[in-house]
């Protein structure tokens, strides 16, 4: 009973924790103080629920609970008088019984205020990932460590570090407006993008996949696609994702062992998923004349999704859609995948030639798809030889074991 009614805390905690630290930093201003008073109520459902049970609405319990802790810790940390008064009046105002239903009103806001808090760029990356995590999925640092294969003290020290760096800028509780919002959206989207990404293609490790991180960020974007419905890049996102995760069923073998895109049984493609990606997207479609990265990624992706096999794949629409994302945000990795569309839509040369432009660019020297592209053209061409090479220096490349091992399988197949 013990070990039902922890996995049923831990439950709650997992679904009340983000609103839960958004309406206590709405009261208290200060995310890692409305952190710490959740935890405290998150302590007080560990004593007291294995003994008294779980209460009908354990989030307005846990509400309850901290905003008592609140109160105590305005009064211990002695405010200005004026603004003591304003902010526990804020709090005792609200009736215990009605409370989850009073901060109803303001949750969602508290909630878009609080992404935007954890995703400040005036936190690195790693820091705002941590935090993000953190604050927003209800991972425990442990788990966060876990994740990205970092000690706990590194993440927990990322995680103190962003609090310090949060209160030393005495960033507001508030969401953004004009410029300043569209720069932090795109800080925003970065971060969960960056959370999806090292759960569908690990970057070092023994596993290809982590499928928590990549549920913990497709949530957090539909969170913001619910709070944002304006914004299409938010759609994109969200159908981006969407669209890619439909395919986790088939992107890895019976071992483990990855399965890249064109090889995949599109029979284990998940067709829910595609559909609510597809839906995503035309809501992306429809709130603008020019799609941005995050929506012209989905079409791409939305355009293999079409694809019932392979090799009805339409290459020349990927390399249009390629094309136009290289003018829109500009990167090597986008012209690497810009190479690799134009050389399935146009012939290996093609794709060759575009990709050995690529050689020299210093931010790709250690990236394993480089080499692993290049192969793949050579091969194509009847290069054997000169494919091994390069299948074998991807395999030197790849921090990640699954990858390694499929790589120098390419390579022995290519002798």
């Keep these: 009973m013990a070990t039902d009614t922890a996995r049923t805390i831990e439950a709650v905690w997992r679904i009340e924790s983000a609103r839960l630290i958004a309406g206590l930093t709405r009261l208290v201003r200060d995310v890692g103080v409305a952190e710490d008073l959740a935890q405290d109520a998150l302590v007080a459902a560990l004593r007291q629920w294995p003994e008294s049970g779980v209460p009908d609405h354990p989030g307005a319990w846990l509400m309850a609970t901290a905003k008592h802790r609140a109160l105590d810790h305005l009064r211990r940390t002695k405010l200005h008088a004026r603004k003591h008064e304003e902010l526990a009046h804020e709090i005792e105002s609200i009736p215990a019984p009605d409370l ?71 960033v507001p509780f508030q969401v953004p407006r004009g410029a300043e919002r569209a720069e932090r959206l795109e800080s925003v989207l970065e971060v969960i993008y960056l959370i999806f990404n090292e759960g569908y293609a690990a970057s070092a490790g023994d596993d290809w996949m982590r499928p ?23 759609h994109g996102l969200v159908a981006l994702m969407e669209i890619q995760a439909s395919r986790a069923r088939a992107r890895t073998g019976p071992g483990g062992e990855p399965i890249l895109l064109l090889d995949q049984n599109r029979s284990l493609w998940n067709g829910m998923a595609i559909e609510r990606g597809w839906a995503a997207l035309a809501r992306a479609q429809a ?129």
């Excluded at 909630?111 to 604050?135: F, K, M, N, Q, S």
């Excluded at 090597?332 to 030639?353: Q, Y």
């Design 100 to 170: 989850d239903q009073a901060l109803d009103d303001d949750i969602g806001d508290d909630l878009l205020r609080l992404i935007y808090i954890a995703c400040h760029p005036v936190l690195p990356t790693e820091g705002r990932v941590a935090l993000t995590l953190r604050l927003l999925g209800g991972l425990t640092t442990s788990e966060i460590a876990r994740a990205f294969l970092l000690s706990e003290t590194a993440v927990a020290q990322r995680i103190v570090r962003a609090k310090r760096l949060l209160a030393e800028a005495r």
């Design 212 to 234: 928590a991180l990549c549920e913990e960020a497709l949530r957090l974007g539909r969170v913001l696609a619910g709070l944002s419905p304006e914004e299409p890049e938010v």
């Design 287 to 415: 709130l603008t004349d020019r799609l941005g990265p995050y929506a012209l990624q989905a079409a791409i992706a939305a355009c293999h999704a079409r694809a019932r096999v392979a090799a009805d794949t339409d290459w020349p629409r990927i390399a249009a859609l390629y094309d136009e994302l290289a003018l829109v945000s500009p990167s090597p990795v986008v012209d690497l995948n810009r190479a690799v569309a134009h050389g399935m839509a146009f012939g290996p040369e093609r794709g060759l030639a575009l990709a050995d432009r690529l050689a020299r660019h210093p931010a790709l020297a250690s990236y394993p798809f480089l080499p692993a592209a290049r192969a793949e053209f050579l091969s194509k061409l009847g290069r054997r030889r000169e494919a091994r090479r390069e299948y074998e220096r991807a395999a030197k490349l790849t921090q990640n074991e699954r990858e390694r091992a499929m790589w120098l399988e390419r390579a022995r197949a290519s002798e």
